[in-house]
């Protein structure tokens, strides 16, 4: 994932929309690969997995926005 982009909170602010990813620290004895994520399923594409994956990249866009705004010059967080 870009900069930004921590699948743990990724995984949390799915979980509203009754969506899980698996967070790539999942993965790791030492909790590296925050930036990283697993999506799981094993059934064809209907159209609530589609959604689904609509809603993880609609999330995901909007928490590399927050970051760089976060970032630019100017704004108070």
């Not at 690969?33 to 999506?39: A, K, N, P, T």
């Not at 589609?50 to 010059?73: D, F, N, W, Y």
Request: proline share 5%; hydrophobic share 45%.
């Amino acid at each position: 994932m870009p900069a930004g982009v921590d699948c743990v909170r990724l995984n949390e602010r799915l979980a509203v929309s009754r969506i899980r990813i698996a967070p790539g620290s999942l993965f790791s004895a030492s909790g590296k690969y925050r930036h990283c994520l697993r999506l799981n399923y094993a059934s064809p594409m209907t159209a609530e997995v589609a959604e689904a994956i609509r809603v993880v990249g609609a999330t995901v866009t909007s928490m590399v926005a927050q970051a760089a705004a976060l970032q630019e010059p100017g704004v108070v967080s």
